[in-house]
């Protein structure tokens, strides 16, 4: 049992002791609105199917995918379609959404929930129910998950990989599902095994987790073509590039996908998504979540119905002991805050963390000591502080020579800055701007 990791990365304080021995509680749905927005992925937004005054049921699609890379939206709850039209999101923009008055009465769509053999389906069945289902990569990319399964040339995969490592700080959804629901993850990764003939299933976890790997040893005992691969406890341990470069040894970059390097990478609740909705007929309509900070009375984990509003389920961790002086969805390193917890729980939706100090806030950036710290930090092996000089002075050019673009903005760099310069901020501004130049082009 090798414990397998990659160069660069930081050991942040993890948080996950607030909530890792809690276990998955589901939340009663609350009557009222569910707001589903039509952008809740990577690519082109859904277009609405229903309109205002139609009846909808559990499980029933109301947004379909518009492109290759787009995905479908059903609908979590039973009731009647009271508006389509713009609302807040997560991050403060605006998008079309499909806003559901819940019944209460939860009735699904025929078949819902039904057991479905998957080894009777053919192989492009399995993509189309994927498809069907709006399935997205839930660790947060929201990439969607249909596509990645029909690489150009299914043969040349050599490895699934399930991404158990939640290298995260504060987030134990994923561990408590590997705790709870081991079969399911083992089924959703043999669903996908039976796409790709010549590949072996890894799930990725790292070794801070201990309980997570014996459960999931002992579910794959039995396994021939599935093994646990235990990794480092490092950040970004989970990141795509650097859970395929300590898995497999080997390297992609930016202008490569993981299926060049015969790879495909699966977060623990996507695995479990496609499990769910080839073998149970259930589409992505839940997902689970971390209530966690200093600030919640109660940290939790909780099962969700997508669409539910953020603001009520503060009160799931039983409301919080002090006002939290910032909130944030995701993780400290690659969240972002929220300034409104009235948005919709959308599938990328992770957590909801309540800080009761902002380290960020704490500290004025001073000027480059060129210390090289952030350097030794980078897991793609860049030169942040070359970079950062090359985009504060709006030298695209030198910025991307420095390989700038390689950046995924995982946020080691300015952990590690003891000038606590806003470096990750700089690279994501200067890489938006790059590709808004290059879209024009």
Same mark, same amino acid.
């Given at each position: 049992?090798?414990?397998?990791?990659?160069?660069?990365?930081?050991?942040p304080?993890?948080?996950?002791?607030?909530?890792?021995?809690? &276990?998955?509680?589901?939340?009663?749905?609350?009557?009222?609105?569910?707001?589903?927005?039509?952008?809740?992925?990577?690519?082109?937004?859904?277009?609405?199917v229903?309109?205002k005054?139609?009846?909808?049921?559990?499980?029933?699609?109301?947004g379909?995918?518009?492109?290759?890379?787009?995905?479908?939206?059903?609908?979590?709850?039973?009731?009647?379609?009271?508006?389509?039209?713009?609302?807040?999101?997560?991050?403060?923009?605006?998008?079309?959404?499909?806003?559901?008055?819940?019944?209460?009465?939860?009735?699904?769509?025929p078949?819902?929930?039904?057991?479905?053999?998957? @080894?009777k389906?053919?192989?492009?069945e399995?993509?189309?129910?994927?498809?069907?289902? $709006?399935?997205? $990569?839930?660790?947060?990319?929201?990439?969607?998950t249909?596509v990645?399964?029909?690489?150009?040339?299914?043969?040349?995969?050599?490895?699934i990989?399930?991404?158990?490592?939640?290298c995260?700080?504060?987030?134990?959804?994923?561990?408590?599902?590997?705790?709870?629901?081991?079969?399911?993850?083992?089924? $959703?990764?043999?669903?996908?095994?039976?796409?790709?003939?010549?590949?072996k $299933?890894?799930?990725?976890?790292?070794?801070?987790?201990?309980?997570?790997?014996?459960?999931?040893? %002992? %579910?794959?005992?039995s396994?021939?073509?599935?093994?646990?691969?235990?990794?480092? @406890?490092?950040?970004?341990?989970?990141?795509?590039?650097?859970?395929i470069?300590?898995?497999?040894?080997?390297?992609?970059?930016?202008?490569?996908?993981p299926?060049?390097?015969?790879?495909?990478?699966?977060?623990?609740?996507t695995v479990?998504?496609?499990?769910?909705?080839?073998?149970?007929?259930?589409?992505?309509?839940t997902?689970?979540?971390?209530? @966690?900070?200093?600030?919640?009375?109660?940290?939790?984990?909780?099962?969700?119905?997508?669409?539910?509003?953020?603001?009520?389920?503060?009160?799931?961790?039983?409301?919080?002991?002090?006002?939290?002086v910032?909130?944030?969805?995701?993780?400290?390193?690659?969240?972002?805050?929220?300034?409104d917890?009235?948005?919709?729980?959308?599938?990328?939706?992770?957590?909801?963390?309540?800080?009761?100090?902002?380290?960020?806030?704490?500290?004025?950036?001073? &000027?480059?000591?060129?210390?090289?710290?952030?350097?030794?930090?980078? &897991?793609?092996?860049?030169?942040?502080?070359?970079? %950062?000089?090359?985009?504060?002075?709006?030298?695209?050019?030198?910025?991307?020579?420095?390989n700038?673009?390689?950046?995924?903005?995982?946020?080691?760099?300015?952990?590690?800055c003891?000038?606590?310069?806003?470096?990750?901020?700089?690279?994501?501004?200067?890489?938006?701007?790059?590709?808004?130049?290059?879209?024009?082009?």
């Amino acid at each position: 049992m090798s414990n397998a990791t990659f160069r660069g990365g930081v050991h942040p304080y993890e948080g996950k002791e607030l909530s890792q021995d809690l &276990p998955i509680k589901t939340v009663k749905p609350a009557m009222g609105e569910y707001i589903f927005p039509m952008a809740q992925h990577i690519g082109a937004p859904a277009t609405p199917v229903v309109s205002k005054g139609d009846k909808v049921l559990v499980g029933q699609k109301i947004g379909e995918a518009s492109g290759f890379i787009s995905a479908n939206i059903c609908s979590s709850v039973s009731g009647t379609v009271k508006a389509v039209e713009p609302r807040m999101l997560l991050n403060g923009s605006k998008a079309t959404c499909v806003v559901v008055d819940n019944d209460g009465e939860y009735a699904g769509i025929p078949g819902l929930g039904e057991d479905r053999d998957y @080894t009777k389906l053919t192989n492009d069945e399995i993509r189309d129910i994927v498809k069907e289902a $709006g399935i997205v $990569g839930m660790g947060g990319a929201g990439f969607p998950t249909n596509v990645k399964l029909a690489p150009k040339d299914p043969n040349a995969i050599d490895y699934i990989l399930v991404n158990g490592a939640e290298c995260e700080p504060y987030l134990t959804s994923d561990y408590r599902q590997m705790l709870e629901c081991p079969e399911e993850i083992v089924g $959703g990764l043999k669903v996908i095994l039976k796409l790709f003939d010549k590949a072996k $299933g890894l799930i990725c976890i790292e070794d801070n987790k201990p309980e997570a790997i014996k459960r999931m040893e %002992a %579910a794959v005992q039995s396994e021939s073509r599935i093994e646990v691969k235990v990794l480092k @406890t490092k950040y970004p341990q989970g990141g795509e590039r650097t859970l395929i470069s300590a898995a497999t040894g080997r390297k992609i970059y930016s202008a490569k996908l993981p299926a060049d390097a015969g790879c495909i990478v699966d977060n623990i609740s996507t695995v479990i998504a496609i499990y769910r909705a080839v073998c149970k007929q259930t589409p992505l309509i839940t997902r689970v979540m971390t209530l @966690t900070g200093e600030a919640f009375k109660t940290p939790v984990n909780v099962e969700v119905r997508l669409g539910c509003n953020h603001a009520d389920l503060v009160a799931e961790g039983d409301g919080y002991k002090e006002d939290p002086v910032k909130v944030i969805s995701g993780g400290p390193m690659m969240g972002f805050a929220m300034f409104d917890l009235n948005v919709p729980v959308t599938k990328t939706s992770s957590s909801i963390l309540a800080m009761t100090r902002d380290q960020v806030a704490e500290f004025e950036p001073s &000027p480059c000591i060129r210390c090289g710290r952030c350097v030794e930090a980078c &897991p793609g092996n860049l030169v942040p502080q070359k970079m %950062a000089v090359a985009a504060s002075h709006n030298d695209y050019a030198t910025f991307e020579k420095l390989n700038g673009m390689e950046c995924y903005e995982c946020g080691s760099c300015t952990f590690v800055c003891p000038a606590k310069r806003p470096l990750t901020q700089t690279f994501k501004e200067a890489r938006q701007h790059v590709m808004a130049q290059r879209r024009k082009k």
